[in-house]
């Protein structure tokens, strides 16, 4: 098939586009490189069936394909929050090209929404049929809005112009390829540990989240794509749930450092708790992670050591 890849360049969007490229599809890779990076892809350049194209997802863009993954959006709270406005357009306006592009190509189109979706959940483990505890109008929206738009976006094209969708609800993700200056917990501890510095924990450190390595949740991506019959949303994420001290001690203990623990304040909104049910990923799809956090900080800490010698 060839497929399209919008935030190929990020995180996530280069190791997909290495999965897909391995299984023998012809991928097209879109990104602003606002928060992706070329290094991410430049091994995947000289590849006859890789096409990186620089643009961005709020202008229309028009590619003859089978299939649309949807992950341009910066997914980091500093990254997002440095334009909101140009967070939700991206979102919204995002979205809206690619189901308009999917309607007139007859693209399957897959849209990477997230977990924030449940926002500072008042049920635990979170599960598909929880509607959310959202605040509208608070320095988080701008994302956690702007994937509740495009979700249904993905649902109003669906239902009025039978747009072949699928949607995954991502739970935090981590792993190689993450900016060193990303901002998000994992690699902020990893990097301030590696490099001896105060391990930045915000607010007492008692808030849960729940850490997915990178290539379980691709995994997750290829068989939530090609299954015909399920088109979500998904949870896809590690159910394995701890403390931001946790993670901190474990971080610690795992690149044997002398960093020492601080606490700063806690951002606003900043959800008390998440933890993934993934009984529908289970049941339909026949997917659950295999790598556990240790396993994955491990891998991780070896490619930041890399990373911050550069
Ligand atoms: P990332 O920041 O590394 O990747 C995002 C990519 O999108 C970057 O390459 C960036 O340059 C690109 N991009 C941003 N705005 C764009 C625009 N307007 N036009 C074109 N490209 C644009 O983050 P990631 O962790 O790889 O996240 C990928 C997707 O998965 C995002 O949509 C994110 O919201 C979603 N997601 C990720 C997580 C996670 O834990 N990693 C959790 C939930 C959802
Ligand atoms: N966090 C922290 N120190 C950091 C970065 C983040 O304690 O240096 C906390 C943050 O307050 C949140 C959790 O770690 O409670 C996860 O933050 P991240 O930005 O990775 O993801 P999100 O909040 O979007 O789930």
């Given at each position: 098939?060839?497929?399209?890849?919008?935030?190929g360049?990020?995180?996530?969007?280069?190791?997909?586009?290495?999965?897909?490229?391995?299984?023998?599809?012809?991928?097209?890779?879109?990104?602003?490189?606002?928060?992706?990076?070329?290094r991410?892809?430049?091994?995947?350049?000289?590849?006859?069936?890789?096409?990186?194209?620089?643009?961005?997802?709020?202008?229309s863009?028009?590619?003859?394909?089978d299939?649309?993954?949807?992950?341009?959006?910066?997914?980091?709270?500093?990254?997002?929050?440095?334009?909101?406005?140009?967070?939700?357009?991206?979102?919204?306006?995002?979205?809206?090209?690619?189901?308009?592009?999917?309607?007139?190509?007859?693209?399957?189109?897959?849209?990477?929404?997230?977990?924030?979706?449940?926002?500072?959940?008042?049920?635990?483990?979170?599960?598909?049929?929880?509607?959310?505890?959202?605040?509208?109008?608070?320095?988080?929206?701008?994302?956690?809005?702007?994937?509740?738009?495009?979700?249904?976006?993905?649902?109003?094209?669906?239902?009025?112009?039978?747009?072949?969708?699928?949607?995954?609800?991502?739970?935090?993700?981590?792993?190689?390829r993450?900016?060193?200056?990303?901002?998000?917990?994992?690699?902020?501890?990893?990097?301030?540990?590696?490099?001896?510095?105060?391990?930045?924990?915000?607010?007492?450190?008692?808030?849960?989240?729940?850490?997915?390595?990178?290539?379980?949740?691709?995994?997750?991506?290829?068989?939530?794509?090609?299954?015909?019959?399920?088109?979500?949303?998904?949870?896809?994420?590690?159910?394995?749930?701890?403390?931001?001290?946790?993670?901190?001690?474990?971080?610690?203990?795992?690149?044997?450092?002398?960093?020492?623990?601080?606490?700063?304040?806690?951002?606003?909104?900043?959800?008390?708790?998440?933890?993934?049910?993934?009984?529908?990923?289970?049941?339909?799809?026949?997917?659950?992670?295999?790598?556990?956090?240790?396993?994955?900080?491990?891998?991780?800490?070896d490619?930041?050591?890399?990373?911050?010698?550069?």
């Amino acid at each position: 098939m060839r497929i399209l890849v919008t935030g190929g360049a990020g995180f996530l969007g280069s190791h997909l586009c290495e999965r897909l490229l391995s299984e023998g599809h012809e991928v097209i890779c879109l990104d602003n490189l606002f928060t992706g990076r070329k290094r991410n892809i430049a091994h995947l350049l000289e590849n006859p069936y890789f096409e990186f194209v620089r643009h961005d997802v709020i202008d229309s863009f028009k590619f003859e394909v089978d299939q649309i993954y949807n992950l341009a959006c910066p997914a980091s709270p500093p990254h997002y929050q440095y334009n909101a406005i140009k967070t939700i357009k991206t979102s919204v306006m995002g979205a809206i090209n690619c189901l308009g592009l999917a309607k007139r190509v007859r693209a399957r189109v897959f849209q990477a929404s997230t977990s924030e979706v449940y926002g500072d959940p008042l049920v635990h483990p979170q599960p598909e049929s929880y509607w959310g505890h959202v605040n509208p109008i608070g320095a988080r929206s701008c994302y956690d809005e702007g994937k509740r738009c495009a979700e249904t976006l993905f649902f109003d094209y669906h239902r009025q112009n039978g747009v072949d969708i699928r949607i995954v609800r991502i739970f935090n993700t981590y792993g190689p390829r993450m900016l060193p200056n990303d901002g998000r917990v994992v690699s902020n501890f990893i990097v301030q540990a590696l490099k001896g510095e105060d391990i930045t924990v915000y607010g007492d450190g008692s808030q849960t989240r729940s850490f997915c390595y990178y290539s379980d949740l691709i995994e997750g991506f290829i068989r939530l794509m090609n299954k015909d019959e399920v088109i979500g949303p998904i949870n896809i994420g590690n159910p394995g749930e701890f403390t931001m001290l946790e993670l901190a001690q474990e971080v610690l203990g795992l690149v044997d450092s002398k960093s020492k623990i601080v606490h700063l304040d806690l951002p606003s909104d900043d959800p008390k708790q998440r933890q993934p049910d993934i009984s529908e990923a289970k049941a339909k799809l026949g997917w659950e992670p295999t790598v556990s956090l240790r396993e994955g900080l491990k891998e991780t800490i070896d490619y930041f050591r890399n990373e911050i010698q550069l």
